[in-house]
């Protein structure tokens, strides 16, 4: 591959890290102390995005509100995945007139996948005034310096450029949890489905150093973190591009060997390269979630090709059997795209019939949306939306009865779970999840027990979730 894999030197954060001290200076000699939203679309990556948006925004001397007209700064990291995310992020930005009206000094920046594509940016500065930056993700890292530059230079200021990406590492940041963490492991993504617009915004695989990620995920720890998702769009192909030999399996292994008690969970694996040393590895890393989001997409071979997905359904059915095999107690997830362009009736039929093969406990399911740019975009797609949406319909009641069916399976048993989550007000005040990524909804127990592993008795199930109690003692 023509791509070169570059790491930025540390001393290009430190000096954003400086800009970020330089506003802070200025903000505290106008006796202010503002503060900041930074409102999130999309995936956990960019949930992970916005932590370091917010390192930074602390390192400002910001504090934080969910208030937009209480806030001084405002950045909404978007998504681009589909037309309805994009959608929903224009009718926000849109709403944030009344909130600029009423503070006029407010900054307003736009960040992440949405802005990275070019006809996006050029619609944002065309018939969106208010917002004074935007920024791609490639820039991300920069974010102080770009600020700045709306402070100094009084004008709007856009950062998209096309890039590879580099690998970022000492971006400062301010996690949202106190349980569970991201950790990002490799970013971009180099397999074209060609319904994706990811690797056009997110720019070609790069892999973090295996050391880096270790020292990360052992402050984790330290730092009293239990529940540690690892974050690639395709964590399988992790290592390529670092050259040393390195695969993801390894970096499990190696995860695995940090000690104190956690969880390990990851997430995307391409189903094209998943092997049985991951599967291996699953199965002996005594940390890591009997849990694998395999996404599918379809259950057509002529689909599966179409998308250049790089398996057929034997395939990863073959898949499938295997690592249930290595796991038989595998929690398995999926993604589904209904009403890809040129999908006949017949070929969803099939994508039905992989379902009920799998039997899933739980699916992401989509319909197909256009993104510019992309090859899929460009087929004839004659199907109508209410025919896909029919079909959409059957994936959606067929998804949830197999989910309830399996959550029911659970009941009465007994199962180790995570507290992460207590709001006394509800129901049922704890969340947990399994050691599988199954979420329990629990009874019994207060907030001492967030951040524990404990038993919890299953008492009932939904197609989404476990109810049960804490059986502690
Ligand atoms: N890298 C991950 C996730 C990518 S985006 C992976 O490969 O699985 C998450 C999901 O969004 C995809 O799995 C796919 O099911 C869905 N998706 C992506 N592009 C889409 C599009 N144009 N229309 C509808 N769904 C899409
Ligand atoms: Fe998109 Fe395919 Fe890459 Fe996932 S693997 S991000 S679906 S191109």
């Known amino acids: ?24 200076a200025r903000f505290a000699a106008e006796g202010r102390r503002p503060l900041a939203l930074v409102d999130t679309y999309g995936c956990q990556q960019n ?22 007209f209480a806030a001084d700064i405002i950045v909404v990291n978007t998504c681009a995945v589909r037309e309805h995310a994009e959608q929903r992020v224009l009718g926000n930005v849109g709403a944030l007139n009344h909130t600029k009206k009423a503070k006029p000094g407010q900054i307003i920046a736009l960040c992440g996948c949405m802005v990275q594509q070019q006809h996006m940016a050029e619609r944002v500065k065309r018939s969106y005034p208010i917002v004074n930056l935007v920024f791609g993700p490639h820039e991300l890292w920069r974010f102080p310096e770009l600020l700045e530059r709306v402070f100094n230079e009084r004008k709007r200021v856009f950062a998209v ?22 950790l990002s492991v490799m970013y971009g993504c180099n397999n074209f489905c060609t319904y994706c617009v990811v690797p056009y915004v997110r720019g070609r695989e790069r892999s973090r150093r295996p050391e880096e990620i270790v020292a990360e995920a052992r402050e984790l720890v330290a730092a009293g973190y239990r529940d540690i998702t690892l974050l690639g769009q395709n964590v399988n192909s992790y290592g390529r591009d670092l050259g040393s030999g390195t695969d993801f399996a390894d970096l499990l292994r190696m995860l695995n060997g940090i000690p104190g008690k956690f969880i390990l969970r990851f997430m995307t694996s391409h189903p094209k390269d998943a092997t049985e040393k991951l ?41 499938v059997a295997l690592a249930r095999q290595y796991m038989p107690d595998l929690a398995l997830t999926t993604d589904i795209i209904v009403g890809f362009p040129g999908e006949t009736e017949d070929e969803f039929a099939e994508t039905l019939r992989l379902v009920e093969t799998v039997r899933y406990d739980s699916m992401f399911t989509f319909l197909y949306s256009p993104r510019v740019g992309t090859v899929a975009a460009g ?9 896909k949406q029919r079909s959409f319909d059957a994936l959606v009641a067929l998804a949830t009865e197999i989910s309830s069916q399996r959550h029911a399976a659970l009941v009465g048993q007994t199962l180790e779970v995570l507290a992460d989550g207590y709001d006394p007000e509800a129901d049922w005040p704890l969340s947990a999840r399994t050691r599988n990524g199954r979420l329990v909804h629990l009874r019994g127990g207060d907030a001492s027990l967030l951040g524990q592993f404990f038993p919890a008795r299953i008492t009932g199930s939904s197609s989404w979730s476990l109810f049960g109690e804490s059986a502690i003692g």
């Open 1 to 24: 591959m023509a791509y070169e894999r570059t790491e930025l030197p540390r001393a290009q954060i430190e000096a954003q890290e400086a800009v970020a001290h330089r506003i802070a």
């Open 279 to 319: 599967f291996r590895a699953m199965a002996e890393c005594e940390k890591c979630a009997h849990h694998l989001h395999l996404p599918v997409q379809a259950g057509s071979d002529r689909v599966l090709r179409a998308m250049n997905r790089g398996y057929t359904a034997a395939e990863y059915l073959e898949k």
């Open 161 to 182: 450029d096309e890039s590879a990406g580099t690998v970022t590492e000492g971006v400062p940041r301010r996690r949202d949890g106190r349980v569970k963490a991201w």
């Open 379 to 387: 087929l004839p797609d004659p199907r109508s939306k209410a025919d």
């Open 47 to 68: 949930e992970s995005d916005s932590e370091r948006i917010r390192g930074y925004l602390a390192e400002m001397g910001c504090g934080f509100t969910d208030d937009e």
